[in-house]
């Protein structure tokens, strides 16, 4: 019996897997070196992040703000993900000469695209500040703490930015807890390189989104341009491609069960110390309210999309961008209560507040102070995420609310020539708000929005529009009719939308009129309701959210003082460590660690928006035409792997990379029965779906005939 059971604990040792929870910081990275050596890393922390000598940090990029690139050839190649470079590509494309849908190769590098607008952040350093802001914070009497940390934030970003050499930042952690000062470069000559067709970028669409098994290519690749002095500069053809200080080598081995796996990137947020007052607004009110409302809107693009293919070219960013958080939310909240994340944080809860009286009095009131200021704000949270989903939804309606400072302006009698200045920038605006949008398909979401917005917020918090406008108009027997007709109403006679009419318009001896335009007063009046009534308790709300975060974890670090704590993200650096491994999603269901190109045409249906395949692609895939990047143990091409590392959003583009620092993958998403992990970890689910390095070069080199670009990486067999 008793061998049995020693067995039995080998069997389940091998078979339980955990993901490995943590973002750690780079510059701490030696308290966690032990735990990183033991599961099979092989370099120094030093190799990892330095600021003395180069290291892994140097070929890791923030990518264009949201995402995470790394460098992998001396030359400044850079590897991210199709979906992050997705608002680029779609860019530089046109209905005739479609990127996006057909891929993109720069043949030579004269042929790579520059994309105006896109930008990377290699980092220089990180520096503990903690000492100095907390010396200003606590001098500087008679000021919110928010503004005394903004004051000295930009006083030292500004000393470390040297005169422009250096883009600097201040960042709190631990909900205020400590301070770090982050020092950037920022390089702005940025080119598209290479892209996969659409089909395999996006393969599988947002069906296969959030989930595992995976066959989705999901890389694009672009190149980072310095001048002559190898130093930042604005774009110019003189421009030579940048030396970095590291680039990362390639290893196309391929991964094993159990190998090591690293992942360096930027995560974005994530609110790992969330009460569960905060977990249950999320169950029942917001989340539910962001899916029910881009359900819609979803579905009005998608129709008006698929009638003319520049509307969906127009639109496919931002249609994938307001998809990939329609399904986030809906499968956050499915894990939130599959996973009984709210149970979790009550345990937590009651065990910290037996904990604290014994700590510290005054901390006694701090989970009650949650629950009351949750309570407060509950009844306008709803109104508040309609006004920024729904309210705001529509180009026309963000344009009308950059009135809102020149009916200030006017009210307050500013000179002729401030008001003609404001306009000026309204006219500006116009052009950046208007540019990207079909006036059929932005009235219907007007009309849709507003819809909603009238059924599901409580009467008494409306704007005062849709009694005199709306049903004063266009009667209220039937809503759906009335709104429709008032959309027509705005769209046909707001003077907003039309470029002759606005440059006779738009200056001081106008803007009266201006301020009766259908599309103003509608936008006007709920911002001005929302301002005037909901704001103020929401602001509170936050403001009571900033103290009480910070006591929380203030306390939480002493609570946890032989442990290492992890702070939430916050768009700096990380990195995680952990393991590729396999998961047992449901009784009787395994999930193994890799997928393979049979994959790709089990999923195959010609025609299929989100999972068809271009000819060439099937006809490679039916020859098994793999070339080297074939797995000869596992006999076949592999295209995803998992692995536990813990990741978010904004890591989206991020090396995955084994115990020798050589890149094996990019990580792309994250998996469905994990979905509430940027609240609650999940030990044994959480996994990081990656594209294997060997299915990224054999599109490259296969299906977009690119063998340049592999001859100018560090290719290690
Ligand atoms: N879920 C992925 C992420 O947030 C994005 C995938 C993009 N693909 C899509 N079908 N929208 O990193």
Redo the contacts with the bound molecule.
């Keep these: 019996m008793k061998k049995l059971l020693f067995l039995l604990l080998i069997i389940t040792a091998q078979f339980s897997s955990k993901a490995d929870e943590g973002m750690w910081m780079p510059l701490l990275i030696s308290q966690n070196y032990e735990a990183m050596q033991r599961m099979g890393l092989k370099l120094t922390p030093e190799q990892i992040y330095s600021i003395n000598n180069s290291s892994m940090k140097d070929a890791i990029v923030h990518f264009g703000g949201g995402c995470t690139g790394e460098i992998i050839s001396s030359k400044g190649l850079l590897l991210t993900?199709h979906?992050c470079g997705y608002d680029a590509i779609a860019s530089l494309s046109s209905v005739s000469q479609n990127f996006l849908m057909n891929g993109f190769m720069a043949d030579r590098i004269e042929e790579e695209l520059p994309c105006p607008g896109l930008s990377v952040k290699f980092l220089s350093r990180i520096e503990d500040v903690t000492a100095k802001v907390n010396n200003y914070i606590n001098d500087a009497y008679g000021k919110d703490v928010e503004t005394r940390f903004a004051e000295i934030a930009k006083e030292i970003a500004n000393a470390a930015n040297e005169n422009g050499t250096y883009e600097s930042e201040v960042k709190s952690f631990y909900a205020g807890n400590k301070y770090y000062l982050f020092v950037y470069q920022r390089f702005t000559d940025v080119r598209l390189v290479s892209a996969p067709p659409e089909n395999l970028g996006?393969f599988g669409?947002?069906t296969d989104?959030?989930m595992w098994p995976r066959h989705t290519c999901?890389f694009s690749m672009f190149r980072v341009y310095s001048n002559n002095d190898n130093k930042p500069a604005p774009y110019s053809q003189n421009n030579r491609p940048y030396i970095p200080k590291h680039h990362l080598p390639v290893s196309v081995k391929g991964v094993r069960e159990n190998d090591y796996a690293m992942i360096m990137g930027y995560p974005g947020r994530t609110t790992r110390y969330l009460t569960s007052y905060g977990v249950d607004l999320a169950i029942n009110v917001s989340n539910p309210s962001v899916v029910k409302i881009r359900d819609k809107r979803l579905s009005i693009m998608r129709e008006e999309m698929e009638k003319d293919p520049a509307v969906d070219l127009q639109y496919a960013s931002s249609y994938?961008s307001i998809?990939?958080y329609w399904k986030?939310f809906i499968g956050q909240t499915e894990q939130l209560k599959n996973l009984n994340i709210l149970a979790q944080k009550q345990r937590e809860e009651s065990e910290f507040q037996s904990w604290v009286s014994g700590y510290d009095r005054d901390l006694k009131s701090v989970l009650p102070d949650y629950q009351r200021a949750y309570a407060n704000y509950t009844p306008y949270a709803k109104h508040q995420t309609y006004y920024r989903e729904a309210f705001m939804a529509p180009a026309l309606t963000k344009l009308a609310m950059g009135f809102e400072m020149i009916e200030k302006a006017y009210n307050a009698r500013v000179s002729r020539d401030s008001l003609d200045k404001l306009c000026k920038r309204v006219m500006m605006m116009r052009k950046g708000a208007l540019n990207n949008m079909n006036e059929t398909l932005d009235k219907r979401v007007f009309s849709a929005m507003n819809l909603l917005f009238y059924q599901d917020i409580p009467r008494a918090q409306h704007p005062s529009v849709y009694a005199t406008e709306v049903f004063g108009k266009f009667g209220s027997e039937n809503w759906q009719k009335a709104f429709d007709d008032y959309a027509n109403y705005v769209y046909s006679t707001t003077a907003l939308l039309d470029s002759n009419k606005m440059k006779n318009l738009c200056n001081a001896d106008n803007v009266e009129k201006l301020l009766r335009d259908p599309a103003v007063v509608h936008a006007l009046s709920v911002v001005k309701n929302y301002k005037e009534y909901y704001e103020p308790q929401i602001n509170d709300f936050n403001y009571e959210m900033f103290e009480l975060n910070r006591a929380y974890q203030g306390a939480l670090l002493v609570k946890n003082k032989n442990k290492q704590m992890y702070p939430d993200a916050n768009s700096t650096m990380r990195v995680t460590y952990g393991k590729v491994n396999s998961y047992a999603p449901k009784d009787a269901v395994f999930f193994n660690y890799y997928t393979m190109a049979d994959g790709l045409l089990e999923k195959y249906k010609a025609g299929d928006k989100e999972f068809d395949l271009q000819p060439k692609i099937v006809g490679l895939l039916k020859n098994k035409d793999y070339g080297p990047y074939e797995d000869r143990n596992l006999g076949g091409l592999v295209t995803c792997f998992i692995t536990t590392n813990d990741i978010t959003?904004g890591n989206?583009g991020s090396p995955v990379i084994n115990g020798n620092g050589e890149l094996i993958g990019c990580a792309?998403?994250g998996n469905w029965e994990a979905m509430s992990g940027d609240i609650a970890f999940d030990k044994r689910y959480k996994r990081t779906i990656c594209a294997d390095i060997r299915y990224i070069l054999w599109v490259v080199d296969k299906v977009l005939d690119g063998r340049r670009l592999m001859d100018e990486m560090t290719i290690r067999n």
């Design positions: 993900n979906h996006k669409g947002d989104n959030w999901d994938a998809a990939n986030y959003g989206s792309f998403d």
